[in-house]
């Protein structure tokens, strides 16, 4: 580690691991890689990442929690910048069943918990900070290829990595000049985003209302209030977010059929326009893609950072397992598992999570909908396969490091 200190990295095939990116999941690839091997970070034009400038406030499963926790952020963030949910209520707008999925379906606990994209960032740099990995100044054009791995050159320095992992988001660069193929569907759909105070709270549960004009997601937040995520065609959020703050909170007002009173909106809401995008391979050679670099979903459900936590967990759990074993000779063998598990698996959440919103926002002439919701109202053994993917305990297995964290 001096000679990294010192600028210089020894060029062999167990020098630092590069990861590109600074948003939430290259934040905490890089900490759980730091545990086992030296890692670097490669970032352009600014010291870490912005927190302040993002208006997210992330829904974060248990399983993602217990990640954190390995980490020992979850209980810095916890009980002031978490807010935890047990319970996930969906309806159809003007339509009188409710469907509602809790822990206690599976035992009790929690569902997980929210938290904003400005409270969890600052708490992954420090963690940054203490596992002493520094930052490389350095534009993704000057990381070539090379003989050993990858090299970065400019800026008066030269250092070579043996493994790139890219956590750009979705817009990455260094996957676009890998050539890495993508499969894109635009949703034609904006996410319109926001913080509103409402009259009466609603405990803690995430609420999801299907309306005429789209998803509308409710979701109590830490310290009080809600955020709403409504995803709805573009022009439609074009013309309404030219509203006022007062006739937005009409709006939700309408939207949750007075489930919350009065609304009110201290701030103008935010659009994000949505798009489904998977790559064909996380992997080539020694470059591996995590996040929304490897997969976008539609925010509906509120799982794009779970899915990207989960490629964290498992690309680290993988090389740390192949290191401990056999040293980096094998990482390629541990990169194709990666690629192979990772990939299937949201390929296989992805496909289940557009099957649910197309059920929940089509029409419904028969009615059978409302009677698939109403046996799944009743019947809780049928419920409960959907609570333990809301809560992320399928994908327990697949984190096999080191023993489990519980938070509670
Ligand atoms: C409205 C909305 C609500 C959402 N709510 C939820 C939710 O409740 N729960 C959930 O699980 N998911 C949610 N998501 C999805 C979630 O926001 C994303 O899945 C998540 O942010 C992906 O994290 P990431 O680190 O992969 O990418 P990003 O968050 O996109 O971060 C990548 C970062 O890397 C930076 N970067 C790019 N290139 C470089 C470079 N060369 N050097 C340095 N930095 C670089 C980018 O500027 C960016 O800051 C939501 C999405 C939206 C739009």
Redesign the pocket.
């Known amino acids: 580690m001096e000679s990294l200190k010192a600028g210089k990295i020894p060029r062999t095939a167990t020098g630092p691991i590069a990861v590109?990116?600074?948003?939430?999941?290259?934040?905490l690839t890089a900490c759980l890689l730091a545990r086992h091997h030296p890692v670097c970070?490669?970032?352009?034009?600014?010291e870490g990442?912005?927190p302040g400038t993002?208006?997210?406030?992330?829904?974060?499963?248990a399983t993602?929690l217990n990640l954190l926790e390995r980490l020992g952020i979850y209980s810095e963030l916890a009980p002031a910048r978490c807010r935890v949910f047990s319970a996930l209520e969906i309806w159809i707008h003007r339509h009188r069943s409710r469907l509602r999925f809790s822990a206690e379906d599976i035992g009790g606990g929690l569902l997980g918990a929210?938290v904003w994209?400005r409270d969890l960032l600052p708490v992954l740099e420090s963690r940054i900070q203490t596992a002493g990995i520094i930052r490389w100044e350095?534009?993704?054009d000057q990381i070539e290829r090379a003989e050993d791995g990858w090299r970065l050159t400019g800026n008066g320095k030269e250092g070579v990595f043996p493994l790139l992992i890219v956590?750009?988001?979705?817009?990455?660069?260094?996957r676009e000049r890998e050539g890495i193929p993508l499969d894109i569907h635009d949703y034609g759909e904006s996410?319109?985003?926001g913080w509103c105070v409402p009259e009466r709270e609603g405990g803690d549960v995430l609420r999801q209302v299907f309306t005429p004009w789209g998803p509308l997601?409710l979701?109590p937040v830490p310290g009080g209030g809600l955020s709403f995520?409504w995803s709805m065609p573009n022009p439609i959020a074009r013309n309404w977010l030219m509203r006022k703050p007062e006739e937005w909170a009409a709006l939700i007002e309408e939207a949750s059929e007075g489930f919350y009173g009065r609304i009110q909106l201290p701030e103008a809401p935010?659009a994000?326009p949505?798009r489904r995008q998977v790559a064909r391979r996380y992997v080539t050679g020694r470059f591996a893609l995590?996040?929304?670099?490897?997969h976008?979903?539609h925010?509906f459900a509120?799982?794009?950072?779970?899915?990207?936590?989960l490629d964290a967990g498992v690309l680290a759990g993988r090389l740390a397992r192949t290191l401990c074993r056999s040293g980096p000779v094998s990482w390629d063998a541990a990169l194709l598992a990666y690629d192979r598990n990772r990939r299937s698996a949201n390929l296989r959440f992805l496909a289940g999570l557009e099957a649910l919103r197309l059920f929940l926002r089509g029409r419904d002439p028969l009615g059978w909908r409302d009677q698939a919701l109403a046996v799944l109202a009743r019947h809780r053994l049928l419920r409960r396969p959907w609570v333990a993917v809301a809560a992320g305990h399928g994908s327990r297995r697949l984190l096999r490091e080191g023993t489990p964290v519980r938070v509670a």
């Open positions: 590109v990116g600074d948003g939430p999941v290259g934040l970070r490669i970032g352009e034009g600014r990442a912005r993002d208006p997210r406030l992330y829904a974060l499963s993602s929210t994209a350095g534009h993704p956590a750009e988001g979705g817009n990455s660069r260094l996410a319109v985003t997601g979701l995520v935010h994000f949505l995590v996040g929304d670099a490897a976008v979903v925010p509120g799982q794009g950072l779970n899915l990207g936590f």
